[in-house]
């Protein structure tokens, strides 16, 4: 059993790799304040509830974009399963080339996206990761991460809105029924995922023209991104919500030798 771990600043995702397949995968909340041996205890938890336990796992891959809380993972890791997890960076063996001024500084959860995207769906390619932060990246037919974009998340913009509009109440993120609202909360529903949705189709078309690519696969990940494509949207070719997960698992196959 392989356990692949992708830490956000919201959610910790986590899949169990069984005979080479996914075949569990849940959503934790990214707790800076729960100590290792916490951690253990639901990890535990939900190893237990699929007939597994600490002893059966082989191998872990580690991505994340929370450092505060990689020590309290890494040590929970390394003392309740005696092994020693891959950190993803840009120092491991990759399928992909990151074509970046500052190689080191590209975000883990940008490396398995684009790893997972060129390796599954070719290139070239986009991905739009809708996290707390929605990020964008291009990689070319050959495998060059060549850059992208980080925008506001979804769930920030509309804190932001009610944080600095005294008047303005928060608002369950719902895409309305027409972009012209009829109360404050629709019109303010109506702002939030609309205008997101005229961001990412901006971006995505001006990157198209910029890089001059042709047929480009566009693929959506990340926890909201059913939020911004349940309307339809034309300009993604894919929703795969375990990209980030299908990507741990490519790179650790690439890796597992050098950590066994």
Not at 211 to 230: E, H, N, P, R, Y
Request: net charge negative; hydrophobic share 40%.
């Amino acid at each position: 059993m392989v356990l692949l771990l992708d830490v956000g600043n919201t959610n910790i995702k986590i899949g169990v790799v069984i005979d080479d397949k996914i075949v569990r995968t849940w959503r934790i909340a990214t707790d800076h304040n729960k100590t290792a041996d916490e951690y253990g205890m639901i990890f535990l938890e939900l190893l237990s509830s699929i007939g597994y336990n600490f002893d059966q796992v082989e191998g872990i891959i580690i991505s994340s974009v929370a450092p505060a809380i990689n020590y309290t993972i890494e040590h929970m890791c390394s003392y309740y399963t005696k092994r020693k997890p891959i950190m993803v960076g840009s120092g491991i063996k990759m399928n992909i080339k990151i074509d970046y001024t500052v190689p080191e500084e590209l975000g883990a959860d940008r490396i398995v996206n684009a790893a997972a995207a060129y390796s599954i769906y070719g290139g070239p390619c986009i991905t739009v990761d809708f996290g707390s932060a929605t990020t964008f990246g291009i990689i070319d037919e050959n495998g060059h991460f060549m850059g992208g974009a980080i925008a506001p998340g979804i769930k920030s913009s509309a804190e932001a809105l009610t944080n600095t509009a005294a008047k303005l109440p928060r608002i369950e993120l719902i895409r309305p029924k027409s972009i012209i609202g009829k109360t404050t909360v629709e019109n303010m529903q109506a702002g939030v995922i609309y205008g997101f949705s005229g961001l990412v189709e901006g971006i995505i078309r001006d990157m198209i023209d910029e890089s001059g690519f042709k047929d480009v696969k566009v693929i959506a990940t990340g926890g909201m991104s059913q939020l911004l494509t349940s309307g339809g949207e034309k300009y993604f070719n894919v929703i795969d919500r375990a990209l980030s997960l299908k990507g741990l698992k490519i790179l650790y196959d690439m890796n597992k030798g050098d950590h066994l």
